[in-house]
Nanobody, 124 residues
């Protein structure tokens, strides 16, 4: 059974940092394109960025460019979302997702597996 489990969320003050982790089980982790999405209250899920097995990243969300970065450790499994200079508008549930077809897509329907999400709340 495939499971993705996010961790590292919580409450942080503005300009602070958090690092989210996503651990996968039941899959050959290195074979998947891994991405992060966020869903703010009352809004649709948005693609933050993704990373392929070789560490090539795609960061599409203008509001987080230069502040968020994605990395992975194929040997140890997790994929990470490092979030710096956090702002109250970054408050959202953050999800990791795995794509076996390596589409590097920003469309949530293209992903095979999802984590349960981890809440990030940034206070002003």
């Amino acid at each position: 059974q495939v499971q993705l489990v996010e961790s590292g969320g919580g409450l942080v003050q503005a300009v602070g940092s958090l690092r989210l982790s996503c651990a996968a089980s039941g899959v050959t982790f290195s074979s998947y394109y891994m991405s992060w999405f966020l869903q703010a209250p009352g809004k649709e899920r948005e693609f933050v960025g993704g990373i392929n097995r070789r560490g090539l990243t795609r960061n599409d969300l203008d509001s987080v460019k230069g502040r968020f970065s994605i990395s992975r450790d194929n040997a140890k499994n997790p994929v990470y979302l490092q979030m710096n200079s956090l702002k109250p508008e970054d408050t959202a549930v953050y999800y990791c997702a795995a794509d076996s077809r390596i589409l590097a897509s920003r469309v949530s329907d293209d992903y095979d597996y999802w984590g349960q999400g981890t809440q990030v709340t940034v206070s002003s």
